[in-house]
């Protein structure tokens, strides 16, 4: 997000940062008081302390905190992410061509947004901060609308879904934009195996909330973490719609979402949460991170539309980030280039 996000004047809900920090001190006392994670289950502080949260999972992080700095942005793809089914086939039927080429590798995972990791300050080289994450085994919570509650293991869906890969452009609010080959699998697989009921009209995300492995967190507590977002079902079943378990014929780099992030190339890039750990089946809309914080910002829906400035940029144009961080300027197309395949699911997007 752009930098003026990052003033602590802005948007500082006092509620949030008091809990927060009360949330973390607690933490801090349990340790000491050495009731680990045990202690915390009771503390009801997020879906994300329900990922990861054994009791027993305080040695593994202690152990975690002396993980050396990574020595370059492709050195933090996980070393036991599963790595069977890579490099999947291409998919390329059934929408549009990026019309431009693949971003620079090293470009797509050294210019990061996932601000659960980053300093204070508009940085994106959040690589280096990932040291301490250790995403794997990882399990995605499902509940709500759906037959029944469902833990699901994120290797499994690899290995039962499948795997394939799909060249996406993705566009962020700030006005930057990247081609990225994405390996993962529809969302419409996952969404037909959590078999929600047909009360379900949205799904609700949540990424991890890992303070121990997630600098960001401590670093930005007036945010409201963990970071959560939500689609319209008949978005989600879209076949544009995509998960992300890797990128570039590789598991995905911790700091491009590891283990698995949503690709909605359509939508600005904050509309694909990161690390998801839980999905909600929902009959209501439910809220979304930056919405939330900013209503006049971040719309909602939030599709890429050059009509429709940013109150503070026009988004008429972005930089396409190809090979280096300076890129070139290129014209913002209507739903990112795939209105043929998602126009329809929006009668009311201002077209001029
Ligand atoms: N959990 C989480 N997901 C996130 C974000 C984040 O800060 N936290 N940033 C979003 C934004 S603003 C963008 S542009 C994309 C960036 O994805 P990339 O770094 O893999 O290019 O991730 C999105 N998903
Ligand atoms: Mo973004």
Not at 225 to 237: Q, V
Not at 301 to 315: A, D, F, G, K, Y
Not at 327 to 339: I, K
Request: with cysteine.
């Amino acid at each position: 997000m752009a930098n003026v996000l990052l003033r602590p004047d802005w948007y500082l809900p006092e509620s949030t940062a008091t809990d927060r920090a009360v949330y973390l001190n607690r933490r801090q006392i349990l340790r000491t008081l050495g009731l680990g994670t045990l202690g915390l289950a009771t503390l009801g502080a997020g879906c994300g302390t329900s990922n990861g949260g054994a009791p027993g999972a305080d040695s593994t992080r202690a152990a975690a905190r002396s993980n050396p700095r990574p020595s370059g942005p492709l050195d933090t793809i996980p070393a036991d992410a599963p790595r069977e089914g890579y490099p999947a086939p291409r998919v390329t039927e059934g929408f549009a061509p990026p019309g431009r080429p693949l971003s620079d590798r090293l470009t797509a995972s050294s210019y990061n947004n996932f601000y659960e990791f980053k300093n204070q300050g508009d940085l994106k080289d959040v690589w280096p901060l990932t040291a301490d994450y250790d995403p794997f085994p990882w399990t995605v919570e499902v509940r709500g609308e759906v037959e029944r509650p469902l833990r699901l293991d994120v290797a499994d869906l690899i290995r039962t879904l499948g795997l394939e890969e799909r060249v996406y452009r993705l566009r962020c609010v700030e006005a930057w934009s990247l081609t990225v080959p994405w390996t993962g699998f529809p969302l419409r697989k996952l969404v037909e195996r959590c078999r929600p009921t047909s009360n379900a009209r949205f799904i609700r995300f949540v990424s991890a909330d890992r303070p121990e492995q997630m600098p960001g967190l401590a670093n930005s507590p007036w945010y409201p973490w963990p970071y959560y977002e939500a689609l319209r079902m008949d978005e989600a079943m879209n076949d544009l719609a995509f998960v992300a378990t890797g990128m570039y014929g590789e598991p995905l780099p911790k700091q491009n979402g590891s283990p698995l992030r949503l690709a909605i190339p359509w939508k600005y890039g904050y509309k694909g949460p990161k690390a998801v750990v839980l999905m909600e089946f929902t009959r209501d809309r439910p809220p979304a991170f930056w919405n939330d914080l900013q209503p006049d910002e971040y719309s909602w829906l939030s599709n890429v539309n050059p009509h429709v400035p940013h109150p503070r940029w026009s988004q008429a144009t972005e930089r396409f980030l190809l090979s280096d961080t300076e890129g070139e300027r290129v014209p913002t197309l209507l739903f990112n280039g795939y209105a043929e395949q998602v126009g329809a699911l929006y009668p009311d997007e201002p077209l001029g």
